[in-house]
């Protein structure tokens, strides 16, 4: 029986500033797999699921984006992200005033105040404690009270990016490099968050990343590989290993002998 998947991109092209970098991908997301997104540098992974997000600066020439079967190209942003399609910055943008735990109870219900009188942002209230636990756990409660990416230090950012993301509730989820810069520890914790998801299975997770640690930590269900704005191969958790042994012009090359 066939299953419309949650998303599918058809024959893609995107172009930003008039110079075209996506040159027709046509790929799938399924419901509650976990996708990971490899190429080299520059082949357009980043503007590929910024394009889906519906960052603006990401022209659509031609090709579609369907959400659920319907296509979603004139959708904007904060329609696509009310959808459930969420995206995590390989750099994320820093908001100067917007403090980060005031913009994370602004976006997830879960962490609203229920107090009857409503809740005054910037005021601490009890409602706020299971955030700060939940802030714990990422190891990023020092960034409670601070602007949002203001100064953070880049493994600060990826685990505040994360935080962020996973406030949304999303249907899909796309993590752009979320183990870049990362320590040893950090890497882990992030590691262990991703896993418990994938356990509940509720989130589609596209896992843009070249470190094999948190793929293999992931169970990852789909390798895709992009190469010069194009989807040149399409596989699984196995060639991971093989990957990071041989790099991705070799990987490639004997890949497309073989064909
Ligand atoms: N805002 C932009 N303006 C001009 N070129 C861009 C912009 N964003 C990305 N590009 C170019 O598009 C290509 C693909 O970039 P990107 O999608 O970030 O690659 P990846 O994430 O695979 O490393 C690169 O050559 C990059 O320089
Ligand atoms: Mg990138």
Redesign the pocket.
């Known amino acids: 029986m066939y299953m419309t998947p949650l998303l599918e991109i058809q024959d893609l092209k995107v172009s930003?500033?008039g110079?075209q970098?996506l040159n027709g991908v046509s790929l799938q997301f399924e419901a509650g797999k976990v996708y990971a997104v490899l190429?080299?540098?520059?082949?357009?992974?980043?503007?590929?699921a910024k394009a889906i997000m519906g960052l603006p600066?990401f022209n659509i020439t031609s090709g579609d984006i369907l959400y659920n079967g319907e296509s979603i190209l004139d959708d904007n942003i904060t329609e696509r992200a009310n959808m459930g399609i969420a995206y995590a910055f390989?750099i994320p943008p820093a908001i100067p005033g917007v403090r980060f735990d005031d913009f994370i109870c602004r976006i997830c219900p879960e962490y609203q105040c229920k107090e009857p009188e409503g809740h005054f942002m910037g005021k601490a209230c009890s409602c706020r404690m299971e955030l700060y636990d939940d802030f714990e756990r990422l190891g990023i409660s020092n960034l409670a009270y601070r602007d949002l990416n203001e100064g953070f230090s880049g493994g600060e950012q990826k685990r505040s990016e994360l935080f962020q993301v996973l406030a949304m509730q999303p249907q899909i989820m796309f993590l752009?490099e979320p183990d870049s810069g990362l320590d040893y520890d950090s890497l882990k914790l992030v590691g262990r968050e991703l896993k418990s998801i994938r356990e509940k299975g509720t989130t589609t997770m596209v896992v843009?990343s070249h470190h094999r640690y948190i793929l293999e930590f992931l169970e990852v269900d789909v390798v895709y590989i992009?190469q010069g704005?194009r989807l040149v191969y399409t596989g699984d958790m196995e060639d991971i290993p093989v990957l990071a042994e041989k790099g991705y012009e070799r990987f490639l090359s004997e890949m497309k002998e073989a064909a």
């Open positions: 930003i500033d110079s970098i190429g080299p540098n520059a082949s357009g992974k980043s503007t590929l600066e390989q752009d843009i992009l704005g």
